[in-house]
C-alpha cells in the first residue's frame, strides 16, 4: 500500500490513471506529492463503439506517457471503470453505465492497445481507495471503510486492513444492491427496494414524480424532465414537506444499508461520497437515526459528534473529503497499492509488444 511505500519508492515516480466513465472518459499524470499534474478529459463516445472508446483511451494514455517517461519512474497505469467487473479477467459484467459492453474483455483490449499491463479497479473501489488514501484515514490510524456514492447510481468500495475487498470474483462493493424495502421498486439488477432505487440522484428525482405534489412541482423547472436532485434538494431547504420526506427517506435507505455493514463488519468509517451527499444536512439526521435503530453494534460505537477521527474504538459516519475527483485520483493510486494479486493484474502474460 501506499502508507507502506511513501517512505520507499514513491518519490520520483510517477503514474497514469483512467477513470472510464459512461459520460466522461479522463486521464491524468499523477506524481508522487499526491497531486494529479496532468489531466485529459475527453467525452465517452460510446455511440461510436467500444472500439472508439478503447481507440481514444489509448491516444490520451500513449500521449501522457511520451511527455512524462523522461521525468521519472513510471509506476503503471491504473483504470477505473463501471462495475460489476470480474477480476482478476478484467470483465465487464452488465454495467449499467456502459451499455453494450456486457461481455467485453476490457482488460485485454487495454493491454493491447497500449502495449502494457494495467491496474484495473472498479471506478468505485478506485474512489473508494482515494478517500482512504488521500484523506484523514491514514492520519487517524484508520485501517478500513465502506463508502457509498451517490450518484446515478449507488457505488460502494470496502477497504478492510488497507486493502480494497474484492471477494472472490471482484464482485464485492455491490452494497449500493442492499435491499432496503423488501416489496419496493424492481431494481434493473433484478431484485427489488435496494438502496439505489432511493439514495441515488435519480432516485430522488424519481420519487419527486412519484409524490405528484403540486406544490413541490411548482417549485421545480416546469418541464419534469429537467428535474434535477440539486433542484429538490433547494425545494427541500426553502420548506417544502413532500421535498423534505424524500430526503428523510433518502436518509433512511442510507442508515439501513449502513445499518446492516456495520452490523456484519463493524468498522470505524463509513463515508458518504458522490453528488448527492451535498444534501448531507438533508439526509443524515434520518441516516444516523436509522443506522442507530437497525444497528446495535453501530449504536454501542457510535462516535459522539465532535470526537476527532482518531478517537480509539469509535465508529464514524462521515462526507467524502474529496470531491468527483476522487475516480481519476484512485485510477492513478492503483499502481501504487502493489496488491497485484488481488487487484488482478495480468502478472503472467504481458502483450507480445511489450
Ligand atoms: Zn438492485
Redesign the pocket.
Known sequence: MIREMSSKSVEGQFSIGVDLGGTNLRVAVYRAGRQVTELISLPTRLSQGRERVIHDLKEAVIALRARFEAHGESAGIGVGTPGPLELPAGIIRNPPNLPGWDGFHLRAAIEEAISEPIFLDSDANAAALAEFELGSAPAAGIHSLCMLTLGTGVGNGIILNDRIWHGNNGMAGEA??L?VEPDGMA?????RG?V??YASATGVVRMAKEANDPILAAALPRNPADWTSHAVANAAIAGNATAIAIFQRVGRALGIAFGGVANMLNLPLYVVAGGLSNAWDLFAPAMFAEMRLRSYVYRLTAAAPGDPLDTPGKSFVRRAELGSDAGILGACLLPFTQDEEALGRSIAQPTEAS
Open positions: 449500493g444492491h435491499m431494481c434493473p439488477c433484478g431484485s435496494c439505489e432505487l
